[in-house]
């Protein structure tokens, strides 16, 4: 089995457990939204809660509208004190998977899949940044020389791209592009042909879904949509 099968295998059950909770989060979303001109209610089932200090807690359930002409979507996952943690989703009102991230501290950090109409477009690892000091230092390994590189990176609460990431066709699932990075450093990148039919529908992705417009930035954490979790 290759490593293509086995990503997709492990979609489909994660897409089967988002299926399994997105009924109950999508009537709560609409409860939510009969309350005119109130952002949050009291919590059910165990969604959306806030402990004592107001820090949000567990699982939340957002349902993102319409905003800047890009379309709504649901989104959902773990809070500890406040931050973002474990496994997060990202979907259509479709209910069709546009991501699944791992977070960390409130940033991306781990396995990250990325999809376009539902099918895998991109997988790769994101490197979080939470330490409390100005700058941090990384060590580079060239893939190359194999010799090791001290790097002094800003170490404000964000995330680099790390490792390898693979770029595929969602059409017709054909791998197209490979990138290896070290915290956000492109070392090398390979192109792949894809079969003739499936020439057509290529399209190799500049940017990653949540990428895109000065409001949508999840790097830096200056978000202005209060009701997204993108921040």
Avoid at 189 to 207: D, N, W, Y
């Amino acid at each position: 089995m290759n490593a293509f099968n086995i990503i997709m295998i492990n979609c489909k059950r994660l897409l089967f457990l988002a299926w399994l909770l997105l009924p109950a989060m999508s009537l709560f979303a609409q409860k939510q939204s009969a309350v005119k001109g109130k952002k949050e209610t009291a919590a059910d089932d165990n969604l959306n809660n806030r402990d004592t200090k107001q820090r949000k807690q567990g699982m939340w359930f957002y349902d993102i509208p319409v905003h800047f002409g890009d379309p709504g979507y649901y989104e959902f996952g773990s809070y500890k004190d406040d931050l973002k943690t474990g496994l997060w989703y990202k979907m259509t009102r479709d209910q069709q998977l546009i991501a699944i991230e791992n977070f960390k501290l409130d940033v991306p950090d781990g396995p990250a899949q990325y999809f376009e109409n539902g099918r895998l477009a991109s997988v790769g690892t994101y490197r979080g940044i939470y330490t409390p000091y100005d700058f941090d230092t990384v060590l580079i390994v060239s893939p190359i020389s194999l010799e090791d590189t001290m790097v002094i990176i800003p170490a404000e609460r964000g995330y680099t791209k790390h490792g390898t990431w693979r770029y595929y066709d969602p059409a017709s699932g054909h791998l197209i592009l490979e990138r290896e990075y070290q915290v956000d450093y492109l070392l090398k990148e390979k192109k792949f042909t894809l079969p003739q039919r499936a020439e057509e529908s290529k399209a190799i992705p500049t940017k990653l879904p949540h990428e895109g417009g000065k409001d949508r930035g999840w790097n830096t954490g200056k978000g202005k949509n209060k009701n997204s979790l993108i921040k």
